[in-house]
Structures are given as structure tokens and as C-alpha cells.
């Protein structure tokens, strides 16, 4: 329906970024760019029900329920509430507890991951307790499952030698001695690669230069609003 806030005009781009229940990331790093094969599976039975008691237990519906369901049909707001909702650490019953480092044995390890279904399916079936362990592209990849589940069309999206800005004056800052020796005295740092989303939608908020693809990243690198 041409109204609608997320409506794309284009056939083939409805058919791959809504209907697709398939798709490929992108990990690795920039010499060696690795294709994973991802089972998003939106449409597979109970994935609505799992993707509708999702915006329920949010913090978003516990604060305030008559104004979060009076919001859901904006897709500004679906995809914030959805992107603190894809990672377990704000007490929030969210669906993956993300690990970089360190021993995976008593729980997945995030590189065996090849789909979305299999991750609802036991973040349901655990009383939505959240799963163990995610990384980057698995946030995206059930992200994206979420996302087109409820009708936002919803992508992908990789990049290699990914900076990551923790002080936001948009650069990378490295510090050195006088003769040279790197200090580990900043936080910022380059990762080999970074996965996130992004959904198709308009932006009467900011006017129709900004409408099309918005950027929304579950995996949680920090707090926003505090």
C-alpha cells in the first residue's frame, strides 16, 4: 500500500527484502571476506507469535504499555524497541548475550549459528532467557528476521576494517611516546569487521531527503541515552 511508512515500490526489492527467507553474510576481514549462508525463515510457524511477545516484554511496553502499542505502527519505533530487544543486556529478557572472547564450551559458540528459527525457537522455549552466545552478524541476522517477520523490509549490511568511535569525535585516536612506542591509553580501536541493519522506511520527522535506508545495529557496543 503505496500510504504505508515502509511501502517499496519496486517488485524485486519487496521479494528480497521482505520475502526472502534466505541470504548471505559477509564476515571476515578485508583480505579475506568470508560469504556465510543465513536461514533468516520470517514466515516458519510461531516466528509472529515469538516476534509479537518480543515487543511485550520490552522495557519500552513494562513503562508505559498504552503508549508503546499506540506506537507500533511506526516503524521509527518498532526498530529501536526491536534493536534493544535482539541483545540480553539491559534486564530486558532480550533474545542473545553477545561474547567475543574467551571459552565457548558450555554454550554455542556464535560461528555455528546458520540461522534465525533455531535461536527464537530456544530463547522461547528457555522462558525467554537470552541465548548464548551471539556476535555482530548473528544480532543482524535475527534482527533482520524480526524486522521482516513484522513487514519492515530489512537488510544486511558489512564492513571490513570497521572503526568503532567510543569518545564520538569522529575519528580513531592512537597514542604514542616520544620514541615512537604505542600506549594503550585510548579506547577507540579498528575491528576486522562489523555486521548491522538497515530497513527501508520513510522519515516525515526529518523530511523526505533523509527517507529510504536507516541504519539500526542491535549488537551492543554501549549504552545509548545512558
Keep these: 500500500f503505496s500510504a504505508d511508512d515502509v511501502y517499496m515500490a519496486n517488485e524485486n526489492e519487496r521479494q528480497e527484502y521482505v520475502l526472502n527467507e534466505n541470504g548471505i553474510i559477509f564476515v571476515g576481514n578485508a583480505k579475506y571476506i568470508e560469504a556465510r549462508g543465513w536461514y533468516y525463515g520470517q514466515f516458519q510457524d510461531h516466528l509472529l507469535n515469538i516476534c509479537l511477545t518480543m515487543l511485550d516484554l520490552s522495557l519500552y511496553y513494562r513503562q508505559d504499555p498504552a503508549m ?3 506506537r507500533r505502527g511506526d516503524p521509527k519505533y518498532v526498530g529501536r524497541v526491536i534493536s534493544s530487544m535482539i541483545n540480553g543486556n539491559d534486564n ?65 549490511v558489512s564492513n571490513f576494517n570497521s572503526a568503532h568511535d ?31 541493519n538497515e530497513s527501508w522506511f520513510v522519515r ?18 554501549e549504552q545509548s541515552k545512558g
Design 68 to 70: 508503546d502499542v499506540s
Design 92 to 156: 530486558d529478557n532480550g533474545v542473545l548475550l553477545g561474547k567475543w572472547e574467551g571459552s565457548f564450551h558450555s554454550h554455542e559458540n556464535p560461528s555455528r549459528w546458520d540461522g534465525s528459527v533455531i535461536i527464537l525457537q530456544k530463547w522461547r522455549q528457555d522462558n525467554y532467557k537470552p541465548v548464548q552466545y551471539g556476535q555482530c552478524w548473528v544480532f543482524a541476522g535475527v534482527m533482520c528476521t524480526v524486522l521482516r517477520c513484522l513487514g519492515i523490509p530489512t537488510r544486511l
Design 166 to 196: 567510543v569518545d564520538r569525535n569522529l575519528s580513531i585516536d592512537k597514542y604514542y611516546d616520544s620514541s615512537g612506542k604505542s600506549l594503550n591509553i585510548g579506547k577507540d580501536s579498528t575491528w576486522d569487521y562489523h555486521v548491522w
Design 204 to 221: 516525515p520527522d526529518l523530511g523526505t531527503s533523509y527517507n529510504g535506508w536507516q541504519v539500526l545495529d542491535a549488537t551492543p557496543q
